[in-house]
């Protein structure tokens, strides 16, 4: 606004943009609400089809501060006064003792909503900064000397299931972190035991799409607290990841999908994993083979899925069928 008004004629509109009009409260509630069942129904369908939480369960969640740890936390309460049998949730931070890290935020959050919860101090961040050069990433020393402390305060809980707030497109990016770099065809599980093999740990967040969760976060308005140790490193390989899986989606719509999906649909025969499948013992049956050589045969599915995605770019793609 200029420092001296000009007078304008009441009856002539000003010359900017018009102010938007406010959002209508009801509208945004009903969003929220139907952003929240979606989100309950997503992550009730990963406990059930991996039968992540059983009755009885003591489930410590972890909560570092961020959108998907908050979000885990509150839809697994909701979901505990909704399930048909009885479990227990405990949240359980880890104060690293990083500089700056607002110490007050997370206790005062969970004592008022009344969450039981352990607050677990131990000084990870000196012994990072001590080992990893400057410039070096620190994620991977971070997340070891982080489980080590949430393994032992599990024993001491006596909890028998250890919730993480990984959402698919961690699992997403973890299997492209593995075939890019570890050569290997491997990403995070809904439900594992812990490398102790005292535990079990679960991703109840398994089906649940990080940009859900992120406006969940705003529209709950959790107190976020940004990681200032490993998150502040802006040229980590899976932040790269997850630039090519965002720029994929942007272009291809429905390719991280497709592989996302491809996760849960593995052939082992239709691999090189001699310790997944017995390639030696492969033998002529006689008999007519479902799984058989379809190595030379064009899928229906992925060709219509190919061409679609040439029409849009007007293009045509020929399959090898087509060259001979």
Not at 20 to 35: Q, T
Not at 98 to 104: I, L, R
Request: with cysteine; net charge neutral.
């Amino acid at each position: 606004m200029p420092s001296t008004p000009t007078q304008r004629p009441t009856s002539a509109p000003p010359a900017t943009s018009p102010v938007p009009a406010a959002r209508d409260p009801r509208k945004a509630l009903f969003e929220a609400n139907k952003l929240k069942k979606r989100l309950r129904r997503q992550v009730g369908e990963a406990i059930g089809d991996y039968e992540l939480i059983a009755p009885g369960d003591r489930v410590m969640v972890c909560v570092s501060g961020g959108k998907d740890s908050f979000g885990l936390l509150d839809i697994l309460l909701s979901l505990k006064d909704r399930a048909p049998f009885g479990f227990e949730v405990i949240a359980v931070n880890l104060d690293q003792k990083q500089p700056d890290f607002p110490a007050d935020v997370l206790p005062r959050y969970l004592a008022d909503r009344g969450i039981a919860h352990r607050i677990v101090e131990q000084d990870t961040y000196s012994v990072v900064k001590r080992v990893i050069p400057e410039g070096g990433t620190m994620c991977s020393l971070c997340s070891r000397l982080r489980r080590g402390a949430l393994y032992r305060v599990a024993t001491e809980l006596r909890a028998t299931k250890i919730a993480l707030g990984h959402h698919r497109d961690d699992i997403l990016a973890t299997f492209f972190l593995n075939l890019f770099f570890g050569g290997k065809l491997k990403t995070m599980p809904p439900k594992l035991v812990s490398d102790d093999g005292r535990h079990v740990v679960i991703r109840p967040l398994a089906y649940v799409r990080e940009r859900d969760l992120a406006r969940y976060a705003d529209l709950a308005q959790f107190p976020l607290i940004p990681c200032n140790l490993c998150g502040s490193q802006e040229h980590l390989q899976r932040k790269q990841v997850a630039a090519m899986l965002r720029e994929w989606e942007r272009t291809h719509p429905g390719r991280t999908e497709s592989i996302y999906n491809a996760l849960a649909k593995v052939v082992p025969s239709h691999l090189m994993d001699r310790a997944l499948y017995d390639f030696a013992a492969v033998r002529a049956t006689g008999h007519a083979e479902p799984d058989g050589d379809i190595g030379f045969d064009v899928d229906p599915d992925i060709e219509q899925a190919v061409d679609a995605e040439a029409a849009a770019v007007g293009t045509r793609v020929a399959f090898p069928a087509e060259r001979d």
